[in-house]
């Protein structure tokens, strides 16, 4: 039976889709894994460049979406969401950068994955042309900073 801390997918479930979650299924257990190292450390949001992505999904569900949306916009480099999707972790490559909210959740449960350093944590959730959203896994606060920013942490999660 799955539950948050299994391992499973090629990494470790840190949720569990729940009601009013977009894809729950009251039949089909869904939810979320999560890479069981860094992908990324002192990463880049943007692959050189300020432009606008659309990849302004902040919620649950979202992530995958997101990413699609800004290695269209950012193509080919070394950047938080194409190390993501270059990851290939238990053989899976739906590997994404998570949005705000899956992010968040990642921290609430990253004492059950393991690996997380005490630093910032792109998400996939675009503010503008040269801000993107981050959260503080020493604290849980979110907050944003511009996209050539290097001192911050990727983490790669897929959806199940």
Known sequence: KLSIGSAFGGGVVFYILQPGDAGYSA????????????QGTG????????ITTNATGTAVGT?????ALIIAAQGAGSYAASVCTAYTGGGFTDWYLPSTAELHLLYLQQAVVGGFASLGYWSSTEVSSSIADLVFFLSGSQSSDGKSATVYNVRAVRSF
């Open 43 to 50: 990463t880049k949001w943007y692959n050189g460049s300020n």
């Open 27 to 38: 039949q089909v257990k869904h939810g979320l894994i999560a890479a069981s190292a860094d």
């Open 63 to 67: 992530g995958a979406a997101n990413t």
